[in-house]
């Protein structure tokens, strides 16, 4: 009988590099996802700029506008982020795009499955939301974020420091982490259940268990097409909170 094998954890989210190896402008997979990330949106909506009449792309393209301006900017932060659009559309497409290549034959594997893309993603929305606030606060920013209303002063000691970690810090580390630990975690699943497929496959004793790991797998990868979709909406979501909340400090 055939021992059950998994890859080392580090086959699934360490690739070589095609040129470069060893240098900061290593190019891998990785990479070329994410150029294709932003590569592929980019084509699209150049060539839809050039249908005349609308049509099949153009209308996707559309709908993908409405959906951010809609879903996203009119419920989080109301006309006055309609300025920000350009911005949380593309962020949603890009994060969108990296993650589909989890199921697309070859690649198999989201960008953001590296805490690469999602921390450098964190970091543009954490400058935005800071100079949106000073830009609407000025200096006063601070003090509104800081120092809540109401708080009675022999509290502020304690409050001061948490309201800066937690605004400061921990939003756009658990911005990335979210959007990394979700696509790290789907990519596991589909790699062990495609890995128990294989394994099914070639022990004649369980050979009538393929279609049932098959079946499960299938599920999976669809699953994982709705977690593309909605952790890019989640992201551009939280970044449009994040901004409202320096527009509107209380």
């Known amino acids: 009988m055939l021992a059950l094998e998994f890859p080392p954890i580090e086959n699934l989210v360490e690739w ?17 996802i994410s150029v294709l990330a932003v590569v592929i949106p980019t084509v699209l909506f150049l060539l839809a700029k050039k249908e005349m009449v609308p049509r099949g792309l153009q209308n996707i393209c559309e709908s993908a506008i409405e959906f951010v301006e809609n879903q996203v900017i009119m419920s989080a932060i109301g006309p006055e982020g309609l300025k920000y659009l350009p911005m949380l559309l593309s962020m949603f497409l890009f994060v969108f795009f990296g993650n589909i290549f989890e199921v697309i034959p070859t690649f198999q594997m989201p960008a ?17 939301f800071i100079y949106v606030g000073f830009k609407h606060h000025g200096i006063g920013y601070l ?24 605004t400061f ?23 062990t259940f495609g890995v128990l497929c294989i394994a099914v496959w070639r022990l004649d004793a369980m050979a009538i268990l393929v279609p049932f790991s098959f079946a499960t797998l299938v599920a999976l990868t669809g699953f994982e097409v709705m977690v593309s979709f909605i952790q890019a909406f989640v992201f551009a979501l939280l970044t449009a909170v994040y901004i409202n909340s320096s527009i509107h400090t209380h």
């Open 16 to 32: 070589p590099a095609y040129f470069g190896d060893g240098e900061f402008f290593a190019f891998n997979k990785i990479a070329l």
């Open 112 to 128: 953001n499955a590296r805490m690469a893309n999602p921390l450098v993603l964190a970091l543009i929305t954490w400058a935005t």
């Open 169 to 191: 810090l921990l939003r756009p580390f658990g911005l990335a982490v979210r959007l990394f630990a979700n696509l790290l975690a789907g990519h596991i699943l589909l790699v």
């Open 143 to 166: 003090k509104e974020v800081m120092v809540p209303p109401g708080v009675p002063k022999a509290l502020l000691p304690v409050v001061i420091p948490i309201e800066f970690l937690s």
